[in-house]
């Protein structure tokens, strides 16, 4: 017989059992060791579907429950799988969920992620909610509150008849998006990604299931894509722990090196030791990097994306802080002088 258990990743002793198909209550008690007053001692229910691989999971306490770090809203309910993680309250207090037969062996899943169950595995990526859904309420009208419904969408593999090589480095996006184990988040019209190589200590790529190639290929038809893509940055923004202590755009490449349409998610830190070279720090700090608003406004009155001549110069402009422009020689005093702007 199939069970399923709650496995803690900071001391791996602690473990529930969830019976197939049964609920289960946990939160503050002797059962998890939560000790945190923030926690209700009924701050989230399981049902496992050992048949089906999943765990829904729905928050009661009123404080946030979260599955990767997207809270998850009181009376809400989501699906949860091995290699996601699962925070009782506040982005605190993680576990995993592991299927195992009734003699303690683990079932071998084709679909299994890398270190399912692991308690050391601090790095897995978020694929959300069963089917989480960033749903605009009006798409006549600026998305600037979506709101998360349950509303299920269909896998995108293949959205584009034509056949593309994807072995050349600046087709990587391509591939990345259809990745699980890369995806942050979906819905049917995009996908959020963690960039590859991120040049902050945050940084999410919102690419269209459509296959546009860059900003060159936007127009007024594509308005309402850009406007919930913006909307999606800003939810990413709003559920990220690191909210309160840093500053975050939202942004494109005015020439990106990747075939895809993307609209970056970063926060202001670069605190990132991918962040190597003058064209990397260039390319967020200068006017090589379109803010978001600022396309939308464009496409909306142009009906186009406008790059200026010159503008790939910008790359090769001296190194100088985005914070107090003091002007670095090198990347390594530049980051240096970073740690000084770094909330305290």
């Known amino acids: 017989m199939r069970v399923c258990w709650l496995v803690g990743k900071e001391k791996c002793a602690q473990r529930v059992k969830l019976p197939h198909l049964e609920a289960v209550v946990v939160g503050r008690g002797p059962e ?19 048949n089906k691989g999943y765990v829904t999971v729905k928050q009661i306490g ?19 799988k091995p290699g996601q993680v699962l925070h009782i309250v506040n982005n605190l207090y993680p576990y995993t ?16 992620m890398p270190h399912e ?38 896998t995108h593999e293949g959205t584009s008849s034509k056949k593309e090589h994807l072995g050349h480095w600046s087709q990587g996006l391509k591939s990345s998006m259809q990745d699980p184990k890369m995806q942050v988040y979906k819905d049917e019209k995009i996908v ?6 991120p040049k902050a200590r945050y940084h999410w790529l919102i690419l269209p299931w459509d296959p546009i190639s860059s900003l060159k290929s936007v127009t007024r038809d594509h308005l309402a894509l850009l406007e919930h893509m913006h909307a999606v940055g800003q939810k990413m923004i709003e559920q990220c722990p690191a909210r309160e202590s840093l500053e975050f755009r939202l942004g494109y490449h005015a020439i990106p090196s990747m075939s895809q349409l993307h609209l970056h998610v970063i926060s202001q830190d670069f605190d990132s030791p991918a962040l190597k070279t003058k064209k990397h720090w260039n390319s967020f700090t200068t006017d090589y990097f379109l803010n978001s608003q600022d396309v939308i406004e464009m496409v909306r009155s142009k009906g186009k ?29 530049l980051k240096e002088h970073l740690r000084k702007h770094w909330p305290k």
Do not use: W
Not at 43 to 48: H, I, R, S, W
Not at 119 to 137: A, F, G, Q, S, Y
Not at 145 to 153: A, E
């Open 32 to 50: 998890t060791g939560i000790t945190d007053k923030k926690c209700s001692r009924q701050q989230v229910q399981l049902k496992a579907d050992c």
């Open 62 to 80: 009123v404080n946030p429950t979260s599955v990767d770090l997207v809270n998850i809203g009181k009376g809400e309910v989501v699906k949860m």
């Open 97 to 112: 969920v592991q299927f195992a037969e009734e003699s303690g062996k683990a079932v071998p899943e084709t679909d299994k």
């Open 117 to 154: 169950g692991s308690c050391e595995n601090d790095d897995i990526e978020l694929v959300p909610r069963k089917t989480m859904k960033l749903e605009v309420v009006d798409t006549q009208v600026s998305s600037t509150n979506p709101k998360l419904s349950n509303t299920s969408v269909t």
């Open 192 to 197: 959020v990604i963690k960039d590859k190589y």
């Open 305 to 333: 994306v406008m790059v200026k001549d010159h503008t790939s110069e910008l790359l090769k402009l001296p190194l100088r802080c985005h914070r107090c422009k003091q002007q670095l020689s090198t990347i390594p005093q």
